[in-house]
C-alpha cells in the first residue's frame, strides 16, 4: 500500500463565524490551543471549549473552508480565539495527515491514476487509459491515520444488543432449555441443546436469556420493564418439540430454565448526534451495570425514562446529585428536617431507549454519582 508522510506539511484554516457567543456558551476556562492525542474524544475535546460539547457542530457550522471537520486526527493541533465577541477556530493538521486528493509515496509503478479512500463515495467515474484504450492501474491513497470519535463505542459496546428490556409476560411465554444433548453436565460453544418449543417456520438466530433485574420508578413502584440478561447465542438446527440448537457463543453457563427470544433485528446506532430533549424531561437513575457500585466516567446507568417518555438515541441530560434531608439542630422545632439543594454531578447521553426506560452513558462526572440520582434536560 503506497503512503507519503507529509513532514512539515501543515493545512491551516481559519473560520471566522457570526455565531452568537452567549448562545455556544463558551467554556470560560477554554484553552488557547490543544493538539489531539490518541485515547481523546470528540466529546472530550468539544468540552475544553465548550461549556455543551453538543454545541460542538454549530461552532463549525459555517466551516466550508475545511473538509469534514468532524474527522480530527492525533497530532491536529485546534486553535480557539475569542474575536469581536465571536468565537473563532483554526485548525492546522498534524504531519501524518494526507489531504484527501494527495497521493504520495515513492511507488515503482509507472501510473498517474491515484484512488482517494472518499472517491468511490463522492462517485468518481474517470480513470486515466494508455495509448489502446486499456485502463491504466490506479494506486490507491490511504490515510493511516485513525480519526478520533465521538464517544468510546468500546464501553457500550456489549450492551447495544444485550440485555433487553422486556414486558412482564414476553419472556415468561418465551421456549426454555429442558436439556443439553449428549452426556454432557455443562454445555459448550458448538454443543447442542434442546428446547420447548420452536414452530417450524421461525428465524434460525435465537438468543437465550435469564429473568435479571425488575426495573421499577422509585418514585411510585410502578414496575417499568423486566431486565432479559444475554447468556448465549444460538442457531435453530432442527423446530419442533422440543427444538435442537447449537451455541456458537455464550457468556455464562446456561441452565435448565432459561429463555429464549429471536436475535434482535434494530439497527445498532454508532454514529450518535448528542443533543438535548426538545421539552423537559425529569428522570431517575435506577441501576449502572458492569457489576460496580460506584457510577463514574463511561460508565452505563439505566434511567427510568424510554421512547414513550420523548428520549431518543443520542439524547443528553444533566446528573444531579440527589440533596441528602439532614436533621435541623438548631431548630426550634423538634426532628425539624431541611432538604439540600441537588447539585450538578455530571452528564449522560441516551445510547439504547426501550419503551419505559433507556440505557445512558455517562459522558462527564464532576462528583460522585449514585443510584437514584436526577437526571434532567439541560
Known amino acids: 500500500m503506497a503512503y507519503r508522510k507529509f513532514s512539515g506539511l501543515f493545512l491551516t484554516a481559519i473560520i471566522s463565524m457570526n455565531v452568537c457567543a452567549d448562545q455556544l456558551q463558551i467554556n470560560p476556562a477554554h484553552p488557547?490551543?490543544?493538539t489531539v492525542v490518541h485515547g481523546d474524544t470528540l466529546w472530550d475535546i468539544s468540552g475544553k471549549f465548550l461549556q455543551h460539547p453538543s454545541q460542538w457542530p454549530e461552532?463549525?457550522?459555517y466551516n466550508s473552508q475545511i473538509r469534514n471537520p468532524d474527522l480530527i486526527y492525533p497530532g491536529d493541533t485546534i486553535y480557539f480565539a475569542m474575536v469581536n465577541g465571536a468565537p473563532q477556530v483554526n485548525l492546522v493538521r498534524g504531519p501524518d495527515y494526507i489531504e484527501p486528493g494527495q497521493s504520495g509515496g515513492e511507488l515503482n509503478i509507472q501510473s498517474t491514476c491515484v484512488l482517494n479512500e472518499d472517491d468511490p463515495k463522492q462517485g468518481r467515474t474517470q480513470f486515466p487509459v494508455t495509448a489502446d484504450g486499456k485502463l491504466m492501474p490506479c494506486i490507491r491513497a490511504t490515510n493511516l491515520a485513525q480519526a478520533i470519535k465521538l464517544i468510546p463505542n468500546s464501553k457500550i459496546m456489549q450492551y447495544l444488543t444485550t440485555p433487553r428490556v422486556v414486558g412482564m409476560d414476553e419472556l415468561a411465554g418465551s421456549p426454555y432449555v429442558i436439556d443439553v444433548a449428549g452426556e454432557h453436565l455443562v454445555a459448550g460453544v458448538g454443543d447442542k441443546v434442546y428446547v420447548r418449543s420452536i414452530p417450524k417456520g421461525t428465524q434460525m438466530g435465537y438468543t437465550i436469556y435469564r429473568p435479571g433485574e425488575v426495573y421499577k420508578n422509585p418514585e411510585t413502584g410502578e414496575i417499568l420493564g423486566y431486565e432479559a440478561q444475554y447468556v448465549a447465542d444460538t442457531d435453530l438446527l432442527q423446530a419442533g418439540d422440543p427444538a435442537t440448537l447449537m451455541i456458537k457463543r455464550m457468556n455464562t453457563e446456561i441452565r435448565y430454565g432459561d429463555r429464549l427470544m429471536p436475535n434482535p433485528e434494530a439497527d445498532i446506532a454508532l454514529n450518535y448526534f448528542p443533543r438535548p430533549p426538545a421539552k423537559k424531561i425529569s428522570t431517575n437513575i435506577i441501576s449502572v451495570q458492569g457489576g460496580v457500585t460506584q457510577i463514574g466516567l463511561y460508565n452505563t446507568v439505566v434511567i427510568d425514562k424510554g421512547e414513550k417518555d420523548g428520549l431518543q438515541v443520542g439524547h443528553e441530560l444533566e446528573i444531579y446529585q440527589r440533596g441528602k434531608v439532614i436533621v435541623d439542630a438548631l431548630s426550634p422545632i423538634k426532628n425539624d428536617t431541611v432538604k439540600l439543594p441537588d447539585e450538578k454531578a455530571g452528564v449522560l447521553m441516551v445510547f439504547r431507549a426501550f419503551d419505559r426506560v433507556s440505557y445512558?452513558?455517562?459522558?462527564?462526572?464532576?462528583?460522585?454519582?449514585?443510584?437514584?440520582?436526577?437526571?434532567k434536560t439541560p
Open 360 to 375: 445512558a452513558l455517562v459522558m462527564k462526572a464532576t462528583q460522585a454519582i449514585h443510584v437514584l440520582d436526577k437526571a
Open 59 to 61: 461552532l463549525w457550522r
Open 32 to 34: 488557547d490551543q490543544y
